[in-house]
């Protein structure tokens, strides 16, 4: 993607602060193009695709399979046949597929016998780093208040037919365009007896060396009217873990280096954010730095602990009367996950945050490697990485914050060089990361220093 030439004449030509007329002058924070993808989100796009599926009855994963108008079966035929339409309208530009795998009676008790589970896949190849994959999903299955309930009319309109919608939507809108990584886009079985979709989709990943630089599992993005009595729109939360214990390596420089409480999926979460606050108007992220909810988990969770970057996106406030409920009236309160209880604009404004950070993502450069740091007992700090190979890399961004801040609180444009020295900040007293940056602003997530200068 490119920024228009007369747009950069314009900001530079008005003298904005951070657009100084040196070589090293940083690009710019915002791109058109990726504004006009996030407002090309529709609402009733979303809004005919969760009824689609609500018409479904069920799409718990052991309900029928054969029906073309009822159960897991027909759903996930369905959604691989919008995927292809979305690629017949781009000129074949998604390859779309099953991953299947069998569950075999005994792994769960969830589970009473061998039993297909499918995820629908469809890929959008990325034109310089086909192996560098964004992976962005929601989980097809439904289910009622009992949990081997097959038959039971469950609609599951928000969870998660909102987040596969959302994935579709997605798909519609940036397939339209190139970008030189590659986006996945996936709708999961399995999630609510066991999260086995995700868990076949992110062995997948491990086996075929993918280099998945990102998951966002989309989860229940469409209610606004908490169980709590909260009715709000504007706020939206983002779920993630440091690195997994078993994939931490305890050493004194990741103590010192912030990796004890720190890891790739905060990164992630860190950039979602910004590009929420960038792009999306109205909505506030909330960083909350778990794995999942208490005693509960969702489809991020297989990827983040392989240690692959995953987060979860979903919405503020949660209605548990609309949540795994048999479709009821008891006591004055409506139970079940009905159509009703989803807000489209809502679920827009978050399909909205998943298709700017993708685009950023997927068009930006890789983030730096073997970034090393150094400034022991000196009033300054010094930061060195390895050349990210990137057609229209335009430079790299130093980032750093005080080590009880949950976000970067500053940054700098260093250019294109891959040493830099930070003149009286002190070591001691913040945490530190680099990012690659493109001649449109794209910006990779920041990569945490691994080892020390010599």
């Known amino acids: 993607m490119r920024t228009l030439l007369p747009l950069l004449l314009l900001l530079a030509a008005t003298g904005l602060p951070g657009l100084a007329q040196t070589p090293d002058a940083p690009p710019p924070s915002v791109d058109p193009a990726v504004q006009a993808m996030v407002d090309a989100v529709r609402a009733d796009s979303i809004r005919a695709d969760v009824q689609t599926m609500v018409g479904f009855e069920t799409r718990h994963t052991l309900s ?22 979305i690629s017949e309208r781009c000129g074949g530009c998604l390859e779309v597929r099953y991953q299947k795998t069998v569950v075999e009676a005994g792994e769960t008790d969830r589970i009473p016998g061998d039993t297909p589970v499918y995820n629908v896949v469809a890929i959008q190849r990325g034109t310089e780093h086909p192996n560098r994959y964004f992976l962005m999903g929601g989980h097809l299955d439904s289910r009622v208040s009992d949990i081997m309930d097959s038959t039971s009319v469950a609609p599951g309109a928000n969870d998660d037919a909102s987040g596969v919608a959302g994935a579709v939507e997605a798909a519609r809108v940036l397939s339209q365009r190139d970008f030189e990584s590659s986006i996945v886009y996936v709708g999961y079985t399995g999630e609510e007896q066991g999260l086995f979709g ?70 992630l979460a860190r950039y979602v954010a910004g590009m929420a606050e960038t792009y999306v108007r109205h909505l506030e992220p909330l960083l ?156 990779s997530p920041v990569a945490f220093p691994s080892g020390l200068l010599e």
């Open 64 to 85: 029928d399979t054969t029906s073309d108008e009822r159960g897991v079966g027909a759903a996930r035929r369905w959604l691989k046949a919008e995927f292809e339409r």
């Open 198 to 267: 995700s868990t076949h989709a992110a062995e997948i990943a491990v086996e075929e060396n993918w280099h998945l630089a990102g998951v966002l599992n989309n989860d229940m993005i469409g209610n606004i009217r908490g169980v709590d009595g909260v009715v709000e729109n504007n706020t939206f939360r983002v779920f993630a873990q440091r690195r997994p214990p078993d994939l931490h390596e305890e050493s004194w420089s990741t103590r010192y280096f912030g990796g004890e409480n720190d890891g790739p999926s905060r990164q």
């Open 288 to 443: 909350i730095y778990r794995l999942d909810r208490f005693g509960r988990g969702g489809d991020q969770m297989p990827f983040a602990n392989r240690g692959f970057p995953a987060v979860r996106i979903m919405e503020t406030h949660e209605n548990y009367t609309r949540q795994h409920q048999d479709l009821r009236m008891e006591d004055g309160i409506r139970y079940g996950d009905r159509i009703g209880g989803v807000n489209f604009d809502y679920a827009a404004k978050l399909t909205g945050v998943n298709v700017a950070s993708l685009a950023s993502l997927a068009a930006g450069p890789p983030a730096p490697d073997s970034v090393r740091i150094g400034g022991a007992v000196s009033p300054s700090t010094t930061l060195a990485w390895e050349p990210v190979d990137h057609a229209d890399l335009a430079g790299y961004k130093l980032y750093w914050r005080p080590t009880a801040a949950s976000r970067w609180t500053k940054s700098t444009f260093v250019g294109d060089t891959t040493r830099h020295t930070l003149e009286n900040v002190v070591i001691d007293n913040s945490l530190f990361g680099v990012a690659a940056v493109d001649e449109d602003g794209h910006e």
